[in-house]
């Protein structure tokens, strides 16, 4: 008796999961869009092959940052709906061997390519797509030199389009910049992830600290320029700590993600010293320093536009934000999507590229606000589909003169 | 026992905890109470934990283990400030929105406990990750983010906190000492199958117990989220880590309450802990000192706790000279 | 006189087993009802149904002519019916005064407060009524002794003032002091008119307690006795369904025991339970130790068994001296301990898992590989020397009776060869039958030269099967027996009280 | 005789309740098969995806099978493999030797296993907090491997040595294997009875000659062989390890093991098999979820749906008038 409830309550387990399998999104409901219709006209010139569905699987070591987030609305509510291709996205990745069951399952879905946001292992994802003949590019990263010297040539590795750290240490020390050149000389710093030694948290705090040497006319650990400072901090267990510039001063640091009570508190009592003018966080400023912030305190962040840090800026509590646009990894789908569709995009050598592309930086609520409204655009985005199509099958110069012009203007210009 | 004795077991460990802590960043020349910031840092921790420890105790304390505590709170704080942000709330407001969310997500988590009758760990853990997924959903995995609303940023000040904890306190003791709920769950805890032969409904009182802690984490959800302003996301049970925090003070809890009254006991042990918290923060310990040095605590205080019969007995051994 | 309990063709069923068929019993106003029957005969299963604990599947009831459907016990008592439960029925954790007024908190709220005073005074009262005063209402029921915790349930109930009382298996475990309490309750609520349902294991007592006396077996009436025709035979008879063939203990008076010394406890002291105790049992003997329940010698077989330590004192088996169990059963000593399903067996773990598990080393490859082959046969020549009522090997022992739980207990130690067994209670509520094929093995490892070490409760049962009868007192031995006809309880008692 | 015929009843019931578990794979694995030809799904690849996912967890899981039979639980296996990962992978680059890499997985696994269960039975600790404890040490040691070894943010050891070994078959190898020794200790060994008796009842066990705090050692000893075996496995599925390596593991082994059918309290009732069933019965699951493109957050919804219904099914309902504990 109650074993037959019991064999009903699994029949139940079925149907659910079985109506889900209804209610999952079918590859086949993109196919036929208006633009599909319009481009398959003269397809083989311009534009992409609208005619069979293409599945790409992206990779994503993070699904709640709004970077991520904004980057998978781009994908999923833009692009999804101008071209015939199904994105199909991982769940969080927190290790490398997350990131090899990811790609797997990807294949398994007959997926053809992999756009990749994760970058545990980059050389194993490269290595396992290249073993399985599926395309595989990096967005909003780069790979070291000896990496692309490893892979350049690898026929399924379409290629990198991103910071790379040169990027992301100028990107640090502009923001520094920009607030030492107002004067200010007293600040506090998120660290964020440098704890836990990650390169690009840490090239951007290297950049501040050079900026604040050069400003200070002092030192930090020792070192005052690029290269020594980098070493500086790896040396110091990647564990800064606060010190005197010169006549500028790093009054107070925070690392890592811990969100216990030490941890806000650590944050607050940097916030709330008194001699701190400027408060500078390496990525999540606002999480960390927005809610602590006194009156009058400056606060400078490398995150992303959203409606949160405009707000924000609008508020004078964000006063310097660089931020990835979303748009920004339209190019490298385009450079995926043409290499699947079979017209890889190779340099002059005819291997993969490797182009660096940086950040749109604000500096005023008005600037953030322009940036925004195009950025979260679901029908007038940065990088539209006429403006991609243009990249289908494109020579590598153009390919690199487009994407290198990332700058809120420049891409205006392109637009026209 | 006589009063002195209550007393001293009652204030022992705070003090020990205070001396030491004094004495530790004295000696590194800081003072711990050197702004009216490190006051605060301390009162919110010490109401913070307070919070999980007495939520995740009630069940506890009857066999009952809830991984589902973090959810809760992640997820009434998420209704609570998406609320608030719409129709323009106060702190007060949202708060009192957050304590009723989580109230009923706590009730919702004690129905499936007794309907299923499966044991509460399994419960809670599938509680939890339904939570998480919810509150992703809501959010749309954005999480919350009010860093400029100066109003409800505004609540965390050190009165505040006075009053959370000590109306909680209140609460608490009212509650489980002089009700005849309170007196019910004793029974039930200590003597289950007694209790509910002679008449007494378990399930009723289970399910006001999970309503309670879901309240209490209600109010923990609304302290963590106005405290920095965001509600950070999390999946795959990124949620359950504030219980871990309410196990030291919750065993510190558990002696004191031998010698007064174990809610008393559950406040001052997270009095310690959150001495202990702003230790950290005076001191700007690394993360991972700060794991080691409160692991260590933790088992430290354990093995004390079960081995003092021993050690008493060691000791007596050495007054007798043997 | 006026029917105030009628119960009309109750059953009841639990999974498998039928608990009651069809009973139906009457009990008068001013008259002592006892029931009696074998372990699992439903006796306890209809009271308690009576008396609001469980639901029956069919029947009716009536209390004083009206329909009675109690939701809870204390429902049921609140409405005048009481019953004091065989196990242990108060909660440690709190005090004697909530343990009293369980369930009924509410009679002492004032608004959303309860009166904790008013609630230890009345508590007070209720014990001082039964003559309990010696126990304070404040302190916490874990911190009393078995007896008195009994005396808390006995006054939680009288303080209902019930028009009917339940007594169940109570007494077994009570001091002489404890029963005369009860016996004065009863015989006060008799006068009173109002009626007292007595449930005993001992026939003498209930026999002497009891004006009717209702015989149940396998949940159904067999047969109930008037006063006038008590005869403690017939009554055995109907409890079992047959002749009990021979008699009931060992009938022999020979002084045959052995002399060599198996094992030898030489001044143990333990806390108050052992007090300077020094004892010696001999090969092919069965000694038996008698006492209150809480004169220590329960603690005696634990220490025996190393199971506890003694704080100073020696004892030697074989002459090895023995640290732990398992060094304890190296020397071929066995224990079935008085508390059956929480420290003789595992009830959810199998009949093969539970006889198996202490014999492991007998049959197991190198002491390390279990053979399926080998120990279906170690386990069912055990099943089947002690006729262990089953469906197979592998049935949950949860789902037997007291009495075939009891066997497996048995098995355990049987099926290792254990030479020296020591016996906490072996026969406490297990049915005659299986008590009597208990005796019948023991005097059988007896005349194979074993021997016994019989803890004991029962007197009878002490003075019907030992050789030598060792009587303890507050730790140590007041007195020692030696086996013979004119042998009586009274002599017995005396050295313990 | 009725009763004979009732008890046999109420036997085969629980056997059948015993196989929801398995059933529950039946038909996750019916599910998975439905979409994937309706999503025309590389299906060869998928199988050997399915053992690539789900093999560490098994042996991860099966290992901590023992310690679950004592009634006790331990959260710090996934972090206990993380380090052990870690000092494996520093040993092989030291070394260049697999062999040696395997010896230290396991023998950093075993010793950390050792430690917090003789920790806890010396001091006797509840096993769970030691655990909990051990949770946060493990954690932060991580990170100062990663420092001490100056590498980056990772670890790593050359793909080129393990691509050899990083096939289904190894891996079945040592899944079989390991289930192998597994099945045998629990089943057809003192020990494993043991085990399983003390779980069931700890005082009757003791008074049977049972020594607890060893056997609780003995448990961990073996589940340590486990998670260093995963270890194992981790670096040669992905031989880049970060402080994040297997941050999932410690709660897929607790799900897994429920999941399979396993009561939390241990005992006579404990089943060796349900952490293999359990494990993989979670990899189809998230295959479907993922093949079905769900959202995160309702994915993981399902999944606690589902989950709590099989083990709602599975646990055979001997449930009195009194809630579990």
Known sequence: ?416 | MKIGKRIIGTLALPLLTLLAVWLISGARGVALFETQLNLLTFIRAAANVMLVTFALAINLNSGRFDFSVGSVALLSSVISSKLALALGWGPLAMLLVSICAGALLGLISGAVYVTVKLPPIIVSLAVALFFEGLAFTITGGHGVSFANKASLLGFSTIPNFLIIIVLTLLFMIIIFDHTRFGYEYKALLSGQKVAVNTGIREIPNALLCYTIAGALMGAQGFISATTNGTIQMSLNFGSISPMFMAFLPMFIGGFIGRFSNDKLGYFLGAVCSALISLLYVRLNVSSSVQQITSALLLVGFLIYLNNEGKLKALFVRKERGV | MIQTVEIRNMSKRFGPTIALADVSITALGGEVLGLIGENGSGKSTVTSIYAGMQHADSGEMFFMGKPWSPTSMTDALRRGVGMIVQENGTVPGITVAENIFLGETQEFTRGLFVDRKKMTAQAQKALDDIGAGHISASVPAGMLDFQDRKLVEIAKVMAKAPSVLVVDETTTALSQKGRDIIYEIMARMKAEGKTVIFISHDLDEIMEQCDRLTVLRDGKIIRTFSAEEYDPDAIRTSMIGREIQGSYYRSDYEKDAGTETVLKADDLCLSDQLVHLSMELHAGEILGIGGLSHCGMHTLGKVLFGAEHAESGSFTVHGKTIRNEAEAMKEGLGYVAKDRDSESLCTEASIRDNISVAGLDKFAVKDVLILPGREKKYVGEQVAALQIKCSSADQYVSALSGGNKQKVAFGKWTGRGSDILILDCPTRGVDIGVKQAMYRLMYRMRQEGKSILLISEELAELIGMSDRLLVMKDGSISKEFLRSPELSEADVIRCMI | MENEKIIRKEQTRERLLRLAPVMGLILLFAVFMAIAVIRDINIPYSFKNIINQSVIVVVGATGAVFIYTLGSFDISLGASLCVSALLGAMAYNRSGSLLVMLLTCVGVAVLISLISSVLASVFNLPVFVTTIAMLSLLNALALVLIGANGTGDVIQVPAAAVRGINNVWVKLAVMLIYLGFCVFMFNYTKLGRHEKFQGGNPVCAKLTGLNGKRLAIAAFAIAGIGVGLGAFLTITYAPTLSRNTASSVGMDIIISIVFGGMPVSGGARSRIWSAAIGAVSMTLLNQIMLTLSLDSGIGQMVKALIFILVVFISMSNNKGNILPR
């Not at chain 1, 079979?342 to 490797?354: D, Q, S, T, V």
């Open chain 1, 1 to 416: 008796m109650k074993t037959v409830k019991k064999f009903l309550a699994v029949l139940l387990a079925a149907v659910t999961v079985f109506s889900l399998s209804a209610c999952g999104s079918d590859p086949n409901q993109t196919t036929g869009t208006a633009p599909a219709a319009s481009a398959s006209s003269e397809a083989e010139k311009s534009g992409p092959d609208d005619s069979k569905n293409v599945k790409i699987g992206v990779l994503v070591s993070d699904v709640t940052s709004a970077e991520a987030l904004a980057f998978r609305a781009y994908y999923e509510e833009y692009i999804q709906k101008q071209y015939n291709v199904t994105f199909m996205y991982s769940d969080e990745l927190a290790d490398a061997a997350a990131e090899a069951s990811a790609i797997d399952n990807f294949i398994a879905n007959n997926c053809k390519a992999i756009i990749s946001f994760a970058s545990a292992d980059r050389p194993a994802q490269i290595e396992q797509c290249e073993a399985n003949g599926v395309y595989y590019a990096v967005a909003t990263g780069t790979l070291t030199d000896e990496q692309y010297e490893k892979f350049k040539s690898y026929k399924y590795y379409v290629g990198a389009i991103g910071p790379d750290l040169m990027t992301e240490y100028m990107a640090g020390y502009n923001m520094a910049k920009s607030f030492l050149d107002q004067g200010y000389k007293y600040f506090g710093m998120f660290g964020g992830a440098t704890p836990y030694y990650t390169e690009m948290h840490i090239y951007r705090a290297a950049g501040m600290l050079v900026a604040m040497c050069e400003a200070g006319k002092g030192t930090y650990l020792g070192a005052s320029d690029f290269g020594g400072m980098i070493g500086a901090i790896y040396g110091a267990g990647c564990q800064l700590a606060p010190a005197v510039i010169g006549d500028v001063e790093l009054v107070g640091y925070v690392g890592g993600y811990d969100f216990d009570d030490a941890w806000f508190g650590k944050l607050a009592a940097v916030a709330n010293d008194p001699k701190v003018e400027v408060l500078l966080a390496v990525g999540s400023g606002q999480t960390a320093f927005a809610g602590f912030k006194r009156e009058g305190q400056k606060l400078g962040d490398i995150d992303c536009y959203t409606k949160d840090s405009v707000a924000l800026m609008e508020s004078g509590t964000l006063n310097y934000l660089a931020g990835k646009f979303s748009a920004s990894i339209g190019p490298i789908f385009m450079a995926t999507l043409s290499a699947v569709q079979g017209h890889p995009i190779r340099n002059a050598e005819g291997n993969a590229f490797a182009i660096g592309q940086g950040y749109w930086v604000a500096d005023n609520a008005e600037t953030a606000k322009e940036y925004f409204a195009v950025d979260s655009s679901k029908t007038e985005p940065a990088y539209t589909r006429a403006m991609l199509d243009t990249l289908y099958g494109a020579s590598y110069q153009d390919f690199e003169n487009f994407v290198k012009a990332y700058s809120f203007d420049e891409i205006k210009n392109l637009a026209k």
